[in-house]
């Protein structure tokens, strides 16, 4: 089946301190989001890209971004406006996918190493009874609750069972649609889109990711993502 990539690139990436917001950040000469769209331009199963930009963006740099993704590889890049948080971001970003539109990843474009493979396996991995699919990866460190004041370990969490999860996150347009029409205050906030879909008791599913498929985060991230760039092509 064929699929609409949702890029959500409206954060301002206060962690990372970049001074620009993150999707803008520079790594090995090009911006995250160009990246990203290139690994969906590249995909199989995507026919669409529609990104998702700072709600401020004026027309120059709705312009300046349209060329960058054609740049990508994305010939007729759909754009729009994002929210004050990432969930109303894919909420805006999904009201701007026709309605014509079947399946929908949704990537960070805070994740530019995703590949083109990795995107081809999440889409096709979305079949019944499953409503959502994901990359993941099980946990290889211990994993501790802290006390964020003063550090103090409070427990360790089993870290049988447990996994990490990507982008992209794959669903059917409607069951995308419908569970952010659920979310009726703040409390909902979720900071994926599996979250919602199992609130709502959907199926969720996670298969293999691949390590490279970092989020750029903090500072540092930038510089292992190039490293991972340079030294995996
Ligand atoms: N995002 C978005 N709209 C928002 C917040 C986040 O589109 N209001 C996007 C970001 O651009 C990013 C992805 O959601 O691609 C994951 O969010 P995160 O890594 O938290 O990015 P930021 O919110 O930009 O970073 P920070 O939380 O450090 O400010
Ligand atoms: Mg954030």
Do not use: Y
């Not at 994002?82 to 079947?102: I, K, W, Y």
């Not at 990537?107 to 019944?128: E, K, N, Q």
């Not at 447990?162 to 906030?189: C, E, G, K, N, Y």
């Not at 879909?197 to 970092?214: C, D, Q, S």
Request: charged residues 25%.
């Amino acid at each position: 089946m064929r699929a609409t990539a949702l890029i959500v690139a409206a954060g301002t990436g206060e962690r990372l301190g970049a001074g620009v917001a993150k999707a803008f950040a520079v790594l090995a000469g090009e911006p995250l989001l160009f990246h990203a769209a290139r690994a969906f331009a590249g995909s199989e199963s995507v026919t669409d890209v529609a990104v998702v930009l700072p709600g401020h963006a004026g027309g120059t740099l709705r312009d300046d971004v349209a060329r960058l993704l054609r740049r990508a590889g994305v010939a007729e890049p759909i754009l729009c406006p994002g929210g004050a948080t990432r969930q109303e971001s894919v909420s805006r970003g999904l009201e701007h996918c026709g309605a014509g539109v079947e399946l929908v990843a949704v990537h960070d474009a805070a994740r530019p190493l995703v590949s083109p493979r990795l995107i081809d396996r999440t889409v096709a991995a979305l079949v019944p009874p499953w409503d959502a699919v994901a990359p993941g990866l099980p946990v290889a460190e211990t994993v501790k609750v802290v006390d964020p004041t003063r550090q103090a370990v409070l427990r360790t969490i089993d870290r049988q069972g447990l996994w990490t999860v990507q982008t992209p996150q794959v669903f059917r347009r409607v069951t995308l649609a419908r569970v952010h029409a659920r979310i009726a205050t703040s409390a909902d906030a979720a900071t994926d889109d599996l979250s919602l879909v199992e609130r709502a008791g959907g199926r969720v599913r996670l298969i293999e990711g691949e390590r490279r498929n970092l989020k750029v985060t903090f500072p540092g991230d930038l510089e292992l993502a190039e490293a991972l760039l340079r030294g995996g092509g």
